[in-house]
Each structure stands twice: as structure tokens, then as C-alpha cells.
């Protein structure tokens, strides 16, 4: 795929994010705020190739399960899995996928940055990867930061999600993906 069927592969699926969050049932925004989000949509990024990566996954030989507290003062533990190791902002940086079980094929990548409760979602943002559309025929993940989201509970307290660990913290800001929810309450 070129960048710009990339960029438009990306824009598409905001376009239908949106659509999802502002008419399906199911839509984590509470109904009688949905009106109000009409015409802004979600707010993202502008697509960035630089911070789209074909990577491989280094997994873990002692695939320990960790327990992350979530936001409502739960704990649910997920399997961690194994790592990818790239370079970004001349820095070389990891970030740990988990899984929830060990027959789970999608890998999931929470992560904190330095954008963090200014642009983006402060709790963190997530990238869930599948082996249908993320696994290249070498055996590279595609990590795109591009296609992070905000987890649920961004949008409702109804919903509960985990807290990020510490060891998927950036300290540079990661500007792709989706910021910080339009009608957040501050």
C-alpha cells in the first residue's frame, strides 16, 4: 500500500469511528451527548508515516502474567507477551504487548506519552493489533500509532479500563493517533 492509500485507509476509518460513536446503540458516548457531537466528530492527528513501523514481535521465553489496577479500582491481569523495539524522535524505545490468554491472537499495546493529559486521553491511549491485518507475510506486526484510540472509559465512566504500566511510558510526545475526547469534562 503507498502513503496514499495509507492516509486514505486512515481517514476512512475515522469517518466510520465517528459514524459508529454518533448512531450505533452501542456507542460508548451517552446518548443525550451525541447531538453535541455532531459536526465536530472525534478529534485526531493528522496520518503520519514516521510513526508507522513493520516490526518484529520479541517474545518473552517467561510469558509472566501482571496486574494492572483499572479505573474503577479493580485489578485484571493480562499475560505479557513480548516487545517491540524501534526508534523514534532519535531514541530507541520498547513498548510490551499483553494478551489476555495465551490462545488470544490479537495483541494489545496500551502506552502513555508525553502528549498525556494535554492533547491526548490522560489514562493513555491503546493499539490493538490482529493477525489477519497486523502480521506481514515475513512475519513483521505493523505498529501504526496513527490507529491509536482512547479507551472507552474516555468517553464514559460507565465503562472500565486498565491503567497503563509504567513500563509502556514514553518520555517523548507521540503525535498520531486520537486526542483527547471533544466533550471531555475537565
Not at 77 to 103: L, T
Request: proline share 8%; hydrophobic share 30%; aromatic share 16%.
Amino acid at each position: 500500500m503507498n502513503i496514499v492509500e495509507w492516509k486514505e485507509r486512515i481517514e476512512k476509518d475515522r469517518e466510520e469511528k465517528n459514524r459508529f460513536f454518533l448512531l450505533d446503540p452501542r456507542s460508548p458516548i451517552p446518548r443525550g451527548e451525541r447531538r453535541r457531537l455532531l459536526g465536530k466528530g472525534l478529534s485526531y492527528y493528522p496520518p503520519d508515516p514516521d510513526l508507522f513501523f513493520e516490526l518484529f514481535l520479541y517474545e518473552h521465553r517467561d510469558k509472566k502474567k501482571i496486574e494492572m489496577e483499572t479505573t474503577k479500582g479493580g485489578i485484571q491481569e493480562f499475560i505479557r507477551w513480548g516487545e517491540f523495539r524501534f526508534n523514534m524522535d532519535e531514541k530507541q524505545c520498547v513498548i510490551q504487548a499483553y494478551k489476555s490468554n495465551p490462545e488470544e491472537e490479537r495483541l494489545w499495546i496500551p502506552f502513555r506519552d508525553k502528549t498525556s493529559g494535554k492533547d491526548t486521553y490522560g489514562a493513555g491511549r491503546y493499539i490493538d493489533l490482529e493477525t489477519g491485518k497486523h502480521l506481514t507475510s515475513d512475519g513483521k506486526w505493523i505498529l501504526d500509532f496513527n490507529k491509536a484510540y482512547n479507551p472507552w472509559c474516555a468517553y464514559s465512566e460507565e465503562y472500565v479500563c486498565p491503567f497503563i504500566p509504567p513500563e509502556n511510558w514514553f518520555e517523548i510526545p507521540i503525535k498520531a493517533g486520537e486526542k483527547k475526547y471533544p466533550l471531555e469534562k475537565s
